[in-house]
């Protein structure tokens, strides 16, 4: 099945200690997102990447850091410069199909930070 | 700058009703916009992709309707069932970039 895989579902970290997160898809898709989600919020752009060895910082790329050494593949690093990393995350692809570019996205991963 | 808004941010129905939820954007120039379904919890799941050219889109019960020229757009659910509680999402992909701009979501509960 093609779709977007997310490891993992939860992870816990202390405070000051970098984490990486973990995107794959198996969708052939160019672009690749990361977003975060908060309570109440809406979905909010970390880092986006049009094509390998590619990416654009989004709304709120502070604290973040992300690479893309491989089409399939976008992990995002959380650092201990985020001020407030506890939240969950999102990642997602796109492709242009017919004029439409239609996004899809992984399960998440919520990350917790004491 | 591209702004999106739904109303209401939470709504409650009786099992059966056929109910309409808004999506409002501040700049005409999109691609197309995208419905989306969100579970508590879970990643994002699309519902209907309703092209810039088009007026409408519709699957099972879920028909999308799209006016750019007011900046609006409607997710109409039909029959709802309690399995459709959920929050549900729109976004919009602006011409001439790679973002997307999403709303806060309409939290939908359909009590049984």
């Known amino acids: 099945d093609g779709g977007i895989t997310q490891s993992p579902k939860y992870l816990f970290r202390k405070e000051g200690q970098n984490v990486t997160l973990s995107c794959e898809q198996n969708l052939n898709h160019d672009a690749m997102y990361w977003y975060r989600q908060d309570p109440g919020q809406g979905l909010r752009l970390i880092y986006y990447s049009q094509i390998v060895n590619d990416f654009q910082k989004g709304d709120i790329a502070e604290g973040y850091s992300v690479s893309r050494e491989k089409k399939e593949s976008f992990p995002l690093t959380v650092t201990s410069a985020q001020k407030n990393p506890t939240a969950f995350y999102l990642c997602?692809?796109?492709?242009?199909?017919?004029?439409?570019?239609?996004?899809?996205f992984g399960p998440g991963t919520r990350l917790t930070v004491t | 700058k591209q702004e999106v808004t739904q109303i209401p941010a939470a709504l409650s129905v009786p099992e059966g009703e056929n109910l309409v939820l808004n999506c409002s954007f501040t700049?005409?120039?999109?691609?197309?916009l995208q419905w989306f379904r969100q579970d508590p919890g879970k990643g994002l799941t699309s519902l209907l992709l309703?092209?810039?050219?088009?007026r409408e889109q519709t699957s099972g019960r879920l028909n999308a309707s799209l006016d750019k020229s007011s900046g609006r757009s409607t997710l109409y659910i039909a029959a709802s069932q309690p399995g459709d509680s959920a929050t549900y999402l729109c976004?919009?992909?602006?011409?001439?970039?790679?973002?997307?701009?999403f709303g806060t979501g309409t939290r939908l509960k359909v009590l049984a």
């Open positions: 309703i092209q810039s050219s088009q």
């Open positions: 997602a692809s796109s492709t242009r199909d017919r004029g439409a570019y239609e996004q899809y």
């Open positions: 976004a919009v992909h602006p011409s001439g970039t790679y973002k997307y701009i």
């Open positions: 700049d005409s120039a999109i691609y197309n």
